[in-house]
């Protein structure tokens, strides 16, 4: 990789402006940079940094990972971690939780076997899966927006509430008889590349919440909602609309996680996708998001996903045991929400001590404002 | 300069804290680079300074929050190195925040013994010795609180005399009191003046920090003046005037501290007729016409705040209506009011008007997000440039736009709010406490600020606790006592007198 700090240096500017006027303090060391330095040296660089390490590793030391096969099979495994990651994003940058997402997913793979079986057309089958779980998101976003509720509490309940509808609509059977047509489709291949035809519909919607999140109006809210609610309402945010379409949002794109499970296993369950909020959130805290909003970006969640996706695959090709895929995955979470903290502190003690050494010829200006 | 303090003749009593050359600096920022203080017992000692002079840092090195870099530092004249909080809380330093932080479901007595809680013959907790105690304190300060009260819901004020009677229970030599005026009213003022003059009487030494030169001269004995970090000098309070001290603080003369320009008064811009929200506030009639500063005064908790908050659509109302330029405005909707041409400078700039993590360019912008879409996408070289031109133009002084507005002084934070809502070119603009904790040089600044925007037809309205800057500024004031407007006063009319009158009682000065 190039090296863009060859022009752009990042710590002669803290010695170059030793003349400083006391309105500025230092807390802000990273956010300090500008141009290209910034971006490099970003969180969200670092985590693809990361990523491409991750990959390059697993293809040095594991023999049959560097294979269209791999490609195929990882991204099929990540779609629907990525795609719920997305509104999840959006969800906690404005403080909010979403945990009824695999439960939505499961309940709309649930409805599609029921309807499929009574002999629905397979194009309103998906119409209405679809439209189950934008109605369960209207009903998680009323819950939250609207009343107020705290949305921990409430998408704990109606994960409980929509994983049991499923069970109450499918039962304990398992619906596979999907259209071969259909379910061929969700696992084929974009020619020789390995890449699952499916990824154009991901990289899509993708793109959409990319957008939506760091180019518009409503993305830029949304941040603002993440730290301070009432410094939002006093720009004309509107508050709890904007909550209760991200909520919708959710259940739209889970149900589209849904479906994707239904067809991709040929297999319509009440407990397909259970579990799955775990690895999202997880995927989207990795990713860079905080947990108590108002930070992240897409590109980092999507680098966050796609890395546990590659750990876990490579692992499991290198035939670790899945006790030990769950003992990584949580320690790479837990060393994301670390890393930074130490990060901070070792610099901010490089910096005391040069501070200590470079005292006396610190000259700050009298510099008033006129 | 001498950065010795330039102390007075006599035989004064002992120092009981002394900073001398104190430095701290953050990276490249110097915050303090030359602090220094002494503070003897049985005094009331005023610090002051602009905002960004270093007062807080220095507090910040007596409490033990910071360690300075440089400098010696004696508490009864044997040197200290504070490590933690809690090394000078045991030296007898006892810091009294403009927000004191008690633990708000324990009951008063127990925040005041949190951590030390005095034990009973059994080793356990004993409440009533507690309460006991706690009831001799307040006894010795005179002021009645409830020691087995829940701390939540007491106003500023008792919470700060609870923190007051912590540092006494404490045996402080030293208290430190950080603008704890800034959000009380008139009565709670005079109350905490009277602690701290017990206090002083009982051979404490006080520091005391404040903006307001009546405070400082009604209540100190000595003055310590800072500017950019640096020790200026010290003033016996009865042998200096505020002039001077203002012109050590800024460096330079403030020419008129209200420089009040005569704008042209056009047609009325905003009407408010019969607003009326139930507990909060009845009856409000008021217009706002084009080039006036229209002043709402009144005590804290009048319920002029809220009047704004519901003209501007954050809370709602009951009854009344709400008209700018002659069109009726939608309740509890602050888009519709923003896109009608109406900015709001809200009170609390930290938790209201700014987005405190974001950089100064989105929290300039932020205002400005839709009109800066094009096709629904933000036009990134434009928002930047907008920030740009608004920052540059109110002089907020800051290494970068990208910086988050944190990092700025509360002065320029503020200047930062009204950057934000004069990019939306606004008809109307809403100020609430427009100068609330900022620095006499900005404070100046805002003024000048505000006179030019009436100068150029926008509509003021204007929240102010400050007596003098309502009378300086307004070319209306508008006294609100217990949710009702009590006076409605013209500029000649407006005097103190007749200010504080209408703002405490009666309605017969209605005019």
Request: avoid cysteine; charge should be neutral; aromatic fraction near 6%.
């Amino acid at each position: 990789m190039s090296d863009p700090r060859s022009t752009e240096t990042v710590e002669p500017t803290a010695t170059s402006t030793v003349s400083a006027d006391t309105t500025k303090t230092l807390r802000d060391e990273p956010r300090g940079r500008t141009g290209w330095a910034r971006i490099l040296l970003g969180r969200d660089a670092i985590m693809i940094y990361l990523l491409i390490a991750t990959i390059i590793i697993a293809m040095i030391s594991i023999p049959r990972f560097a294979s269209p096969v791999t490609v195929g099979f990882l991204l099929l495994d990540v779609i629907p971690v990525l795609l719920i990651a997305m509104p999840m994003t959006l969800i906690i940058i404005t403080g909010e939780i979403d945990l009824s997402v695999a439960s939505i997913a499961g309940l709309t793979s649930a409805l599609m076997g029921v309807l499929w079986q009574a002999g629905w057309d397979i194009g309103i089958v998906l119409v209405l899966g679809l439209v189950i779980g934008v109605l369960a998101g209207m009903f998680n976003g009323f819950l939250v927006a609207v009343f107020g509720l705290p949305s921990l509490a409430v998408t704990i309940g109606t994960l409980a509430l929509f994983r049991g509808l499923a069970l109450v609509v499918i039962g304990d059977n398992a619906v596979a008889n999907f259209p071969p047509e259909l379910t061929g489709f969700f696992t084929s291949k974009i020619g020789a590349t390995g890449i699952p035809t499916v990824m154009i519909g991901v990289v899509l919607i993708v793109a959409v919440f990319g957008v939506i999140l760091h180019f518009t109006p409503f993305g830029r809210g949304l941040y603002a909602l993440g730290f301070s609610t009432e410094a939002a309402r006093f720009v004309g945010i509107h508050v709890a609309r904007s909550k209760f379409w991200l909520y919708v949002a959710s259940g739209g794109v889970s149900a589209l996680a849904g479906i994707f499970w239904t067809l991709r296993y040929s297999s319509a369950r009440s407990d397909n996708a259970s579990g799955l909020e775990l690895a999202v959130i997880a995927a989207v805290l990795l990713g860079g998001v905080s947990i108590f909003g108002g930070k992240g970006s897409i590109p980092g969640v999507v680098a966050g996903v796609l890395l546990i996706g590659t750990i876990n695959y490579a692992l499991r090709l290198g035939r670790v045991s899945d006790v030990v895929l769950i003992i990584v995955t949580g320690t790479l979470l837990i060393a994301s929400v670390v890393a930074p903290s130490i990060f901070d502190a070792v610099k901010r003690r490089r910096h005391d001590r040069r501070v200590r050494r470079e005292l006396p010829q610190a000259q700050p200006s009298g510099s008033v404002s006129a | 300069m001498s950065p010795e303090p330039t102390t007075d003749v006599g035989t004064p009593p002992p120092t009981v804290l002394a900073l001398r050359h104190a430095a701290k600096t953050f990276g490249p920022v110097v915050a303090l680079a030359d602090g220094t203080i002494e503070l003897r017992a049985g005094e009331i000692h005023a610090l002051v300074g602009e905002n960004g002079a270093g007062k807080s840092t220095l507090v910040k090195i007596l409490a033990g929050l910071y360690h300075p870099d440089a400098g010696e530092f004696t508490v009864d004249g044997q040197p200290v190195a504070f490590r933690t909080v809690a090394d000078s809380k045991a030296a007898g330093i006892s810091v009294i925040y403009q927000e004191p932080t008690l633990f708000p479901d324990l009951t008063v007595a127990e925040n005041i013994f949190i951590g030390r809680q005095p034990k009973g013959r059994s080793g356990l907790i004993s409440r009533a010795r507690m309460r006991t105690e706690a009831r001799s304190l307040f006894e010795r300060l005179g002021v009645p609180i409830d020691p087995d009260r829940i701390a939540e819901g007491l106003s500023i004020a008792d919470q700060q005399i609870i923190e007051i009677a912590k540092a006494i229970s404490l045996d402080a030599k030293v208290v430190v009191m950080d603008e704890p005026t800034a959000a009380l009213s008139g009565v709670e003022v005079d109350r905490l003046f009277a602690v701290a003059r017990g206090l002083r009487d009982g051979g404490a030494g006080i520091l005391f920090i404040s903006h307001r030169f009546d405070e400082i001269f009604a209540l100190t004995d000595r003055i310590t003046v800072m500017r950019d970090g640096r020790y200026i000098g010290t003033h016996d309070t009865a042998a200096v005037t505020t002039p001077v001290i203002v012109r050590e603080m800024v460096g330079r003369d403030i020419a008129q501290l209200f420089p009040k320009v005569e704008a042209e008064i056009g047609d009325a811009v905003l009407t408010v007729e019969g607003l009326s929200s139930a507990g909060v506030f009845s009856d409000i009639d008021f217009e706002v016409r084009s080039g006036e500063i229209v002043a709402l005064a009144g005590l804290v908790g009048a319920g002029r705040t809220e009047v704004a908050r519901a003209v501007f659509g954050i809370d709602g109302y009951d009854r009344g209506s709400v008209e700018l330029l002659g069109r009726p405005l939608r309740p509890r909707d602050p888009q519709a009011a923003i896109d009608a041409g109406i900015g709001f400078v809200p009170e609390d700039r930290r938790k209201q008007g700014l987005v405190m993590d974001l950089s100064v360019a989105r929290n300039a912008t932020l205002t400005l997000r839709n009109s800066l879409a094009r096709f629904g996408l933000i036009n990134g070289a434009r928002e930047r440039a907008v920030a740009a031109e608004w920052t540059k133009r109110l002089q907020v002084k800051t290494g970068s736009q990208e910086y988050t507005v944190a990092t700025l002084s509360g002065g320029n934070q503020q200047k930062v709010v009204l950057a934000k809502w004069l990019a939306t070119e606004p008809k109307l603009l809403i100020v609430d406490e427009p100068t609330r904790g900022i620095d006499v040089g900005t404070k100046a600044e805002v003024h000048r600020l505000l006179s030019d925007l009436a100068g150029r037809g926008i509509a003021i309205l204007m929240i102010s606790s400050e007596l003098p800057e309502v009378l300086g500024m307004a070319d209306r004031v508008l006294v609100m006592h217990e949710g009702r407007i009590t006076a409605q006063l013209d500029r000649a009319d407006a005097t103190p007198e007749a200010v504080m009158h209408a703002a405490t009682a009666s309605r017969e000065h209605s005019a």
